[in-house]
């Protein structure tokens, strides 16, 4: 699977129905569908969500936010900063590297990401060279977010 390659997914009812075949769809998943259909009703051609394809079958997925930097509390200097949310790959095509080439995808943007990590994948995201953050009762909301840092940016400092 060396020739994969990370797609913009459409917004449109294959999608929606691609999106039923994951392991997590279920009360967490409604979100990630609600987000889908909303964007279908309005139509909007610039879809956060992305995906690669084995043949004509959706096996990994994520959503990819940009959020402004004048939300952002988390990265110092303030910034545009991505929020990632909901990756996940089939299980059939785990550790095949799919994962790591949708975070390597993030990435290529070279902006901060902020992951809320799903039980039982902080290894996956420590390998990823993410890092929690300190954790701010107001911020975080009982949430424990994972950051990635590129070159040049920190944490803010919580004091």
Same mark, same amino acid.
């Given at each position: 699977?060396?020739?994969?390659?990370?797609?913009?997914?459409?917004?449109?009812?294959?999608?929606?129905?691609?999106?039923?075949?994951?392991?997590?769809?279920?009360?967490?998943?409604?979100?990630?569908?609600?987000?889908?259909?909303?964007?279908?009703?309005?139509?909007?051609?610039?879809?956060?969500?992305? *995906?690669?394809?084995? $043949?004509?079958? +959706? !096996?990994?997925?994520?959503?990819? @936010?940009?959020?402004?930097? %004048?939300?952002?509390?988390?990265?110092?200097?303030?910034?545009?900063?991505?929020?990632?949310?909901?990756?996940?790959?089939?299980?059939?095509?785990? *550790?095949?590297?799919? $994962?790591?080439? +949708? !975070?390597?995808?993030?990435?290529? @943007?070279?902006?901060?990401? %902020?992951?809320?990590?799903?039980?039982?994948?902080?290894?996956?995201?420590?390998?990823?060279?993410?890092?929690?953050?300190?954790?701010?009762?107001?911020?975080?909301?009982?949430?424990?977010? +994972?950051?990635?840092?590129?070159?040049?940016?920190?944490?803010?400092?919580?004091?």
């Amino acid at each position: 699977m060396e020739n994969v390659k990370v797609e913009r997914l459409l917004i449109n009812y294959k999608t929606l129905e691609e999106f039923k075949l994951f392991k997590e769809y279920g009360i967490q998943e409604l979100s990630m569908l609600e987000d889908l259909q909303s964007n279908m009703i309005e139509n909007d051609s610039e879809s956060p969500f992305y *995906g690669i394809y084995y $043949g004509n079958s +959706l !096996v990994a997925r994520m959503s990819l @936010y940009t959020i402004s930097k %004048k939300y952002d509390q988390y990265f110092e200097p303030p910034q545009d900063y991505l929020e990632l949310w909901k990756l996940e790959v089939l299980y059939d095509y785990r *550790g095949k590297g799919l $994962g790591k080439k +949708l !975070v390597d995808f993030a990435k290529s @943007y070279n902006l901060p990401i %902020k992951t809320n990590p799903r039980i039982n994948s902080h290894g996956f995201w420590e390998k990823m060279n993410f890092q929690k953050v300190h954790y701010d009762v107001e911020r975080d909301l009982g949430e424990n977010p +994972l950051i990635w840092l590129p070159e040049g940016v920190e944490e803010q400092d919580r004091n």
